[in-house]
């Protein structure tokens, strides 16, 4: 997310950050490397003008604050300014993030707009499942995208994955009569939240406008929120400003974020039309999807880590209980293989490896941030262990030549294959052994023995 972007920033202030002492010329050089990085990840041109003349009015005048030396009050003024670019930090405002409004009196009735290819449908099954997962909501959609081939029935397919009723008509009914029919039904039903899909168009018209005005009076909603693809960059932000002049929008999902490494869009629509970004996607599975956080956006552009959302997500997968049983196990030196298994699920289930390691604070610039995670890899790691029989995973060292070839004829990998996890588990077991005793382990060490 954001790499491109990222590295950019980075080397720039990088530099900066060295600097004993800064001049008003360090200024503007950096500057001009922050305007370039931010024109070649599609920004919004006026956008881009204005924030460097915001970051440029603050580095000239305020002084040295605490202990941070000049290069790092830069970095600091920066990730500031990139929080108020994009929707403004609540610890620092003292106020609430943008949010939904939620109706007093169910069910609340949210629109979802945007264009043919934005992933609207997507994300309204996936706004389901987390309000239904976050907020215990009872949750309907509405199918009024009669115009789409399939839309229906692909709502239909990932409304039920997301656990929420919906509620359709085909493709044969008006949408505005379909909308009131939903929320008729969602009334009689009791459900907390109705999610009106409603249809998209391969470009702004007159024709897509005058159906979502009418939708929208016919159902009154609380929120209408519009959904736009990150990856279209400046195009995205034109849209959402033509948009917000037709049908006055309250926020904004951004969809396809993991796979935006400019940034153009997130960092642009905000600025242009005044409306925040309430969400975000980050991947394809229905569960990655969570709530836009700007000043923690803008720490993770900088490297600086993104503590907290790694801990909302360890807090999701990990089970206290299971964590201190864990503990003693290892205290005892009775962790397993099947442990090793169970760790690895829930660590995956977090998301993918490369954005986890983006979380940790501390590794910018280092070769760990970098690192390409082989998703595959670690399917293989588990097609091994669970080809392998209880006992050997309880007791790893019972498994002889002629177990290891059964077991990498039973996960489709190789004796070597087998041999390396093997030997990669024994020094984990080794090093975890020491940390229980509380000794420091031999780093050094395990990482020469560690097999190529």
């Known amino acids: ?26 200024v503007d050089a950096a500057m001009r490397e922050i305007r370039l990085a931010l024109l070649e990840a599609d920004v ?30 830069v970095v600091k003024i920066v990730s500031e300014e990139l929080t108020v670019l994009m929707g403004g ?29 934005s992933g609207k449908t997507t994300a309204t099954a996936k706004l389901a499942r987390w309000l239904r997962e976050e907020r215990s909501s009872s949750v309907a959609v509405a199918a009024c995208d ?46 907390d939240v109705l999610i009106v899909d409603t249809s998209g168009r391969l470009h702004v018209d007159a024709e897509l406008m005058d159906e979502l005005v009418r939708i929208r009076d016919a159902v009154q909603p609380q929120d209408v929120l519009l959904v736009v693809d990150a990856m279209t960059g400046q195009d995205a932000v034109n849209v959402a400003e033509s948009f917000a002049e037709a049908v006055q929008f309250d926020g904004v999902v ?19 039309t005044g409306r925040p970004i309430l969400f975000a996607s980050t991947g394809e599975k229905l569960d990655q999807f969570e709530r836009f956080h700007p000043d923690r956006i803008a720490q993770r552009i900088l490297g600086m880590g993104d503590v907290m959302s790694l801990i909302e997500k360890a807090e999701r997968e990990f089970d206290e209980a299971d964590a201190q049983a864990m503990e003693r196990k290892l205290r005892k030196n009775e962790f397993g293989l099947d442990d090793f298994l169970d760790q690895l699920k829930m660590v995956r289930k977090m998301g993918p490896l490369t954005s986890i390691l983006g979380m940790i604070p501390g590794l ?5 941030s970098n690192m390409k995670v ?79």
């Not at 910018?364 to 760990?368: E, T, V």
Request: some cysteine; hydrophobic content about 35%; aromatic content about 4%.
């Open 146 to 191: 009669v115009y789409r081939p399939a839309a229906v029935d692909q709502l239909v397919k990932v409304g039920a994955q997301a656990g929420a009723t919906v509620y359709e008509k085909g493709t044969d009914h008006d949408p505005v009569e379909i909308a009131k029919w939903a929320l008729e039904r969602a009334r009689e039903d009791g459900k």
């Open 374 to 452: 082989d998703e595959r890899e670690l399917d293989r790691v588990q097609a091994i262990v669970l080809s392998m029989t209880p006992a050997e995973r309880r007791r790893p060292e019972i498994i002889n030549g002629s177990r290891r070839l059964r077991i990498a004829r039973g996960s489709g990998t190789n004796v070597q294959q087998v041999n390396r996890l093997i030997k990669q588990f024994g020094q984990m077991r080794k090093m975890m052994r020491q940390v229980g005793r509380g000794k420091m382990p031999d780093i050094g060490a395990l990482m020469r023995n560690a097999p190529r």
């Open 1 to 26: 997310m954001f790499d491109s972007l990222s590295e950019k920033l980075q080397a720039t202030l990088g530099e900066v950050r060295q600097r004993g002492s800064l001049t008003e010329q360090d």
């Open 364 to 368: 910018a610039g280092h070769q760990l």
């Open 44 to 73: 919004n041109f006026k956008v881009v003008r204005q924030f460097t003349s915001r970051v440029k009015e603050r580095c000239l005048g305020e002084e040295i604050v605490g202990k941070l030396n000049p290069g790092q009050q």
């Open 254 to 272: 951004m969809s396809k974020l993991d796979g935006d490494a400019r940034g153009g869009a997130a960092l642009s629509v905000k600025a242009v």
């Open 89 to 117: 930090s609540p610890e620092e405002n003292g106020e609430e993030p943008a949010a939904l409004a939620f109706s007093p009196s169910p069910p609340t009735v949210i629109l979802m707009a945007g264009l043919q290819g």
